[in-house]
């Protein structure tokens, strides 16, 4: 919509950037077997691009499309063609009143976290193919300076390769009024959203479901200084689905903001849904050679919502350090020198060849997500920090993500891992990186189908990475992973030789 919309996109400039990339990888135990270690070597070409907007302020957009044909030799011996797509899109169709946002994604993600976790160009019988597309217009006026007004619809859904999750269409309203320009300490807002899916597994009718998600809240907060506010909501849930407790009730939450500077904030908030206790902190600190993030949240929440909102999620690499400008596609104001739009799909799959490491992931929530039926409630902590010493940054992140599945009494899936990265710059061109990863994937018996499941990993990663030129680079990484499981018969151990280059035109 907004490409073709002719007066605005017009004036748009556009980058196009074709690439192409080639990956050897040699693993002593190609399918991460406890009992029948395999030597095996997969060969993969992934020609792509690039497309993004520039020089407009009412039409930003990036797509990023990768083709990867892979060949493996040991193991499955089989050949395959996948495909990745990360795009994201808003544009102002008419001024200062109608705009429209827009995403779209094809990936390839877990299936199980009882599975093996390794890449599809290793070994793909624990991934599949899940797309997932939203499109949401909605007008914006402003009420002089008493109030902002917004409405909002929103078609979303997402598709499942081999029905290992239920396929699900969903239609979404929400609307809001909130304070305009004439409240200075006094800030307030009032809110409602609606949301039908329809879930459906062709495979089975146990996960066949239809779902609503409906509430509304109204908000008040008072800047007690100009570094110290105060805030609290209290609203009503009226929600369906199929669960062993309740679904609706009524809510209330209170909390603080204090931003002593613009390189510190903290927000925290505390109270209660329908579902239980509720806790939110967001809170960051920079400094000249370093940066802090931590995040909590907690929310009612599916498999495709979770898929949604990490994939429309923009990132940019400014100086070394990952910066996030969800929604906004264009870079951060005040930074310099810096790389994107970056979206969280591309970012995942391709973060070594930006500079970015597994700890900065683990700090944003970009790990693996395993695929899921129902509703869940979803409780997730990141943290991290990172530092700049000159030629060597370090990175040292945690993630605590749990879902409690509303149909299965709150039986749960939990992931807890830390990460240690370190990079040094050998010369401008040439750099050794290395990371160390503890990770626990926890599962209660409801979903293993038998007894509960508990698995340790560790990973431990050395590489060189080399940029021979503006448009071409390398990297040479040995990788050794670890699993240690309560089920005897799902240890194992590899080792990993990865080769890769990439070339842009």
Not at 253 to 272: I, K, M, Q
Request: charged share 15%; glycine share 8%.
């Amino acid at each position: 919509m907004a490409v073709t919309y002719a007066p605005v996109a017009q004036a748009v400039d556009w980058r196009f950037e074709p690439r192409i990339g080639t990956t050897a990888i040699f693993s002593d135990n190609v399918n991460q077997s406890a009992t029948n270690a395999e030597n095996g070597l997969s060969l993969s070409v992934t020609p792509g691009f690039s497309l993004s907007s520039h020089g407009s302020r009412r039409v930003q957009a990036v797509v990023q499309y990768n083709l990867s044909a892979v060949t493996r030799f040991g193991g499955d011996r089989d050949n395959d063609l996948y495909h990745s797509l990360n795009a994201a899109g808003k544009a102002e169709l008419v001024e200062d009143f109608l705009f429209v946002d827009a995403n779209a994604a094809i990936s390839q993600q877990l299936i199980s976290l009882l599975g093996s976790l390794a890449d599809t160009s290793v070994n793909g019988s624990n991934r599949t193919t899940v797309g997932t597309y939203s499109l949401s217009p909605y007008v914006l006026k402003r009420l002089g300076t008493f109030a902002v007004a917004q409405a909002r619809y929103t078609a979303s859904g997402s598709i499942f390769q081999n029905n290992v999750a239920a396929d699900s269409s969903a239609n979404t309203f929400t609307t809001s009024l909130s304070s305009g320009s004439s409240f200075n300490d006094l800030s307030w807002s009032l809110g409602y959203s609606i949301r039908k899916a329809n879930n459906r597994n062709a495979s089975t009718a146990a996960y066949n479901e239809d779902v609503t998600l409906e509430s509304a809240y109204a908000q008040a907060g008072y800047a007690l200084s100009r570094k110290f506010r105060v805030f609290g909501t209290v609203g009503r849930d009226w929600n369906e689905y199929l669960s062993t407790s309740g679904t609706s009730g009524s809510s209330y939450s209170v909390g603080f903001g204090w931003s002593p500077s613009r390189r510190t904030s903290l927000e925290v908030s505390a109270g209660e849904r329908y579902f239980g206790r509720t806790f939110s902190l967001a809170g960051s600190h920079r400094t000249r050679a370093t940066n802090w993030t931590l995040r909590y949240s907690e929310n009612v929440s599916d498999i495709t919502q979770q898929f949604l909102e990490q994939s429309s999620r923009i990132f940019w690499v400014c100086n070394g350090a990952l910066v996030e400008t969800t929604p906004d596609i264009n870079p951060p104001q005040g930074q310099s020198g810096c790389q994107g739009p970056i979206t969280a799909g591309q970012l995942a799959n391709y973060f070594s060849s930006y500079g970015v490491s597994l700890a900065d992931l683990v700090a944003a929530g970009l790990l693996n997500v395993s695929s899921a039926n129902g509703i869940y409630i979803i409780k997730s902590l990141t943290a991290g920090v990172s530092w700049n010493l000159g030629r060597l940054d370090l990175g040292v992140s945690a993630q605590d993500t749990r879902r409690l599945y509303q149909v299965l009494a709150d039986a749960e899936d939990h992931i807890q891992s830390v990460s240690a990265s370190a990079n040094y710059r050998l010369t401008p061109l040439a750099s050794v990186n290395t990371s160390l990863s503890l990770t626990r994937n926890s599962l209660d018996s409801a979903l293993t189908g038998a007894a509960a499941r508990e698995d340790d990993y560790l990973s431990l990663s050395i590489g060189l990475n080399r940029r021979f030129n503006k448009d071409l680079n390398g990297a040479l990484t040995f990788r050794h992973t670890q699993r240690d499981s309560n089920d005897a018969n799902a240890d194992y151990d590899e080792n990993s030789i990865t080769a890769t280059a990439n070339l842009r035109f």
